[in-house]
């Protein structure tokens, strides 16, 4: 939400706060909605760090966490697609640092999953998990 002068997580250390920052305000909007009675999901390319807020934030709603982690081919394909938002050294770190991810509840290799299937497949985690 920072707009100026935003920084990403990998560009030192207010990239990082932003990220923490960010984190935060989405834990405390998600348990807002939670206490309202809303199921909440919270889409997020996280770090080993941001993963770390999220499951101690909102441990109180057991809350999963799940990693969706298509190949790093299908990743390049998807960035130019959807018009660069990545140049191509910033996706090759973020693949290596979203392989590296330990820690979740459940991982799913998205790369032939549609959108609408991901979306069946986390309303079933859920409905699980409850």
Not at 58 to 70: E, G, N, S
Request: with cysteine.
């Amino acid at each position: 939400m920072v707009v100026q002068p935003h920084k990403a997580p990998w560009e030192g250390h207010d990239g990082r706060q932003q990220q923490r920052l960010g984190v935060q305000n989405t834990c405390m909007l998600a348990t807002n909605f939670v206490q309202a009675g809303f199921d909440v999901v919270i889409v997020d390319v996280v770090s080993q760090e941001t993963a770390t807020m999220y499951r101690q934030e909102l441990m109180q709603y057991r809350a999963k966490l799940v990693l969706l982690l298509p190949t790093l081919t299908e990743i390049e394909q998807r960035n130019r697609v959807r018009g660069p938002r990545l140049k191509a050294e910033e996706v090759a770190y973020l693949y290596a640092q979203q392989s590296q991810l330990v820690g979740f509840d459940e991982q799913l290799d998205n790369t032939h999953v549609s959108a609408d299937v991901v979306a069946e497949y986390l309303i079933h985690l859920t409905e699980e998990h409850w």
